[in-house]
């Protein structure tokens, strides 16, 4: 069995800053890539960044510049730093991990999701 657990989000000013975690626990072997949803109301779940077990990062264009993935494979631990935050960023995060458990099964899984919230 393998989870995610989220943390960081809540309620900031435009032009603030958040920090996103999470943590990978369970039957893990080995962990590929790691990212970041999000899904506002009204609208589908959207990619924000994603990185791979060697660091690589991918950005959504929106938040290129803004917002920076890292990952802490010591700790199976993504983190997502945000700035500059805008109204549009308001959303339900999602965290994501393709993993590869003890049984050599590769399986995507996702967090329970973290409210970020942006105020004008």
Known sequence: QVQLVESGGGLVQAGGSLRL???????IRSIDVMGWYRQAPGKQR??????????????AASVMGRFTISRDNAKNTVYLQMISLEPEDTAVYYCHAGILDWTNTYSNYWGQGT??????
């Open 46 to 59: 959207e990619l924000v960044a994603h990185i791979t077990s060697g660091g690589s990062p991918n950005y």
């Open 21 to 27: 975690s999470c943590t990978a626990s369970g039957s």
């Open 115 to 120: 409210q970020v919230t942006v105020s004008s």
